[in-house]
């Protein structure tokens, strides 16, 4: 399979547990986004990676977020003391950039769906 | 601001209806791409058309087919003779071209009945 990987599917926490998503983006691919989406709405960027960098953060990406991509491939997504408002599924893509600023299109993973009780 | 709208929540259409889907978009920049994914049940966003906003061209791929009107700041897209599987939901996107991230209407689910 040479798509984007989203690992878990599916998480069940506790509020106030720390949760940690992966996500192992197309092997070209020098870009990784990680998006939010609730029921009923599309995704919502919350941060980008161009190779092992951290670009952007949305404002949304509270202090209780991290992200990470260590060696420019794959990328972890850490919510600290989770709160129930944190229930969502958590899209990860990927995109090839060749250059200066041209993007192509993202290619999106299965997502974490992940409920906080 | 960049913003994507899909005015239509919901479309319910027969089995060999056609159907458009609209989508408006905001931006300030001249330069831009829209986008159209489709969300199937199983969750799984996938990509269908890419557009760059310098390219006013119209497309057709099979039964899809999108309408681009840069004066009235729409993509629409057009699914003719609907089937069953064309049942997802289905999401506008914008990007600016000096930005990375994409903005995504909230969709609109189309429930094709056989």
């Known amino acids: 399979d040479t798509g984007v990987s989203q690992d878990p599917r599916h998480k069940i926490t506790k509020r106030g547990q720390n949760v940690t998503f992966r996500c192992d983006p197309i092997?070209?691919?020098?870009?990784l986004y990680w998006y939010r989406q609730t029921l009923g709405q599309g995704p919502e960027f919350l941060t980008y990676?161009?190779?092992?960098?951290?670009?952007?953060k949305s404002r949304l990406l509270s202090d209780r977020f991290s992200a990470e991509r260590p060696k420019g491939s794959f990328s972890t997504l850490e919510i600290q003391r989770t709160e129930q408002g944190d229930s969502a599924m958590y899209l990860c893509?990927?995109?090839?950039?060749?250059?200066?600023?041209?993007?192509?299109?993202?290619?999106f993973g299965p997502g974490t769906r992940l409920t906080v009780t | 601001a960049q913003k994507v709208t899909q005015a239509q929540t919901e479309i319910s259409v027969v089995e060999k209806e056609d159907v458009t889907l609209d989508c408006v978009y905001e931006?300030?920049?001249?330069?831009?791409?829209l986008f159209w994914y489709k969300q199937p049940p199983s969750g799984e966003l996938v990509f269908l058309i890419r557009?760059?906003?310098?390219?006013?061209q119209n497309e057709i791929s099979g039964r899809y087919s999108w309408n681009f009107q840069k004066s009235t700041s729409s993509f629409n897209f057009t699914i003719t003779a609907s089937q069953v599987v064309d049942s997802a939901v289905y999401f506008c996107?914008?990007?600016?071209?000096?930005?990375?991230?994409?903005?995504f209407g909230s969709g609109t689910k189309l429930n094709v009945k056989p």
């Open positions: 092997s070209e691919h020098n870009r």
């Open positions: 557009r760059n906003s310098f390219d006013e």
């Open positions: 893509a990927s995109s090839l950039s060749t250059g200066g600023r041209r993007d192509y299109e993202q290619y």
């Open positions: 931006t300030r920049d001249t330069t831009y791409y």
């Open positions: 996107a914008l990007r600016e071209y000096n930005f990375n991230k994409f903005y």
């Open positions: 990676f161009q190779n092992e960098a951290q670009l952007e």
